[in-house]
């Protein structure tokens, strides 16, 4: 990305396509806590609450996360991973937001896996947080510029809070942020849609996961 000043940037530099050398994708809190296959076929039969959430990640978020994820590697984008876990057994070290809304998943706990169907391949990274915004509470940053990111693929759950929050928070570090709605789920779809119209063209590009193939794929 050319070094932009405030007499050259504008607005369409935020869409600007990424360079696949300088991308990573972020997937945010993706783990067994948030979702099994069991779970979601219990939740089509009325025997689970929160049918819309579990519904839309069995449909369309975790299909559409598989294929971006073997297109991103298929072109050498590295693909991160962070996931809710504490750094202890008893809690002490998490968030006072995260205690008060009873996020505490231990280290090491199953509930803190990233969900098998959009892991991890190889070596990739995995960093663990205790707090909504994984740049304020992880050394995330320092990691993607050791990398030399400039651009970051984030998506994941959910997307009013844990993915708003890292969105807003990348731009602010002066990452160029593309966020995938088909790749995200909350709770209430109209809290989605509400999220995603809040970030739309002031802290992220918004783009489709097959939009995001075609730049994976592009020359």
């Known amino acids: 990305m050319p070094k932009l000043t405030v007499a050259t940037a504008t607005t369409a530099d935020r869409e600007r ?3 696949k050398g300088k991308t990573a994708l972020l997937s945010i809190d993706m783990q067994n806590m948030e979702w099994t296959a069991e779970r979601a076929e219990r939740a089509r039969r009325g025997e689970e609450g929160d049918a819309h ?7 369309t978020v975790i299909p559409n996360q598989q294929r971006l994820q073997a297109a991103a590697r298929a072109a050498g984008v590295e693909v991160i991973f962070t996931v809710i876990e504490a750094l202890t057994q008893d809690g002490r070290d998490i968030s006072l937001d995260h205690m008060i809304s009873g996020l505490f998943i231990p280290k090491g706990a199953w509930e803190a896996g990233v969900i098998p169907e959009v892991g ?4 990739e990274i995995i960093i663990p947080k205790t707090a909504s915004g994984i740049f304020n509470c992880t050394n995330i940053e320092y990691v993607l510029r050791n990398l030399g990111v400039e651009y970051l693929v984030i998506y994941g ?7 708003e929050t890292t969105v807003r928070d990348a731009c602010d570090r002066g990452f160029l ?3 995938l709605p088909d790749c995200c789920a909350t709770h209430e779809e109209d809290r989605h849609h509400a999220s995603i119209k809040m970030l739309d063209g002031h802290y992220a590009r918004v783009r489709t996961t097959d939009e995001m193939l075609g730049e994976f794929t592009a020359p």
């Open 120 to 123: 991890p391949a190889g070596d």
């Open 53 to 59: 959430f579990l519904t839309r990640l069995t449909d």
């Open 157 to 163: 759950v959910c997307t009013d809070q844990c993915v």
């Open 17 to 19: 396509p990424i360079e």
């Open 177 to 179: 942020v593309t966020l």
